[in-house]
């Protein structure tokens, strides 16, 4: 079974960075896409970025994201990461992790798109 599990997150000001991690099961984190996605409160889980699977690593990042942040991904050590600086106050959320239904897919950007969620880390961003 597939587990999930994010890091990293935390308390920080307008302008700062952090770097989340998801820790992955190694027997077939390499052979699918991957992704991040965030939850404000009150709000749906919207799609922050995405990664395909390590044989074709592109990447595809929601509007409000592009430029500021960066999905990776250590297949070496099974993790994916998200780079984010000039972080903003609407950043603010729980941020999830997330693992692509389709076997060496591209990335994905669709909530539906993933089958196997973390249980999140939290991204506050004080004004």
């Known amino acids: 079974q597939v587990q999930l599990e994010e890091s990293g997150g935390g308390l920080v000001q307008a302008g700062d960075s952090l770097r989340l991690s998801c820790a992955a099961s190694p027997r077939t984190f390499n052979d699918y896409p991957m992704g991040w996605f965030r939850q404000a409160p009150g709000k749906e889980r919207e799609f922050v970025a995405g990664?395909?699977?390590?044989?074709?690593?592109?990447?595809t990042y929601a509007d409000s994201v592009k430029g500021r942040f960066t999905i990776s991904r250590d297949n070496t050590k099974s993790t994916l990461y998200l780079q984010m600086i000039s972080l903003k106050p609407e950043d603010t959320g729980v941020y999830f992790c997330?693992?692509?239904?389709?076997?060496?897919?591209?990335?994905?950007?669709?909530?539906?798109?993933?089958?196997?969620w973390g249980p999140g880390t939290q991204v506050t961003v004080s004004s």
């Open positions: 997330a693992r692509g239904r389709k076997q060496y897919g591209e990335a994905p950007r669709s909530r539906d798109d993933f089958a196997t």
């Open positions: 990664i395909a699977w390590s044989g074709r690593p592109t990447t």
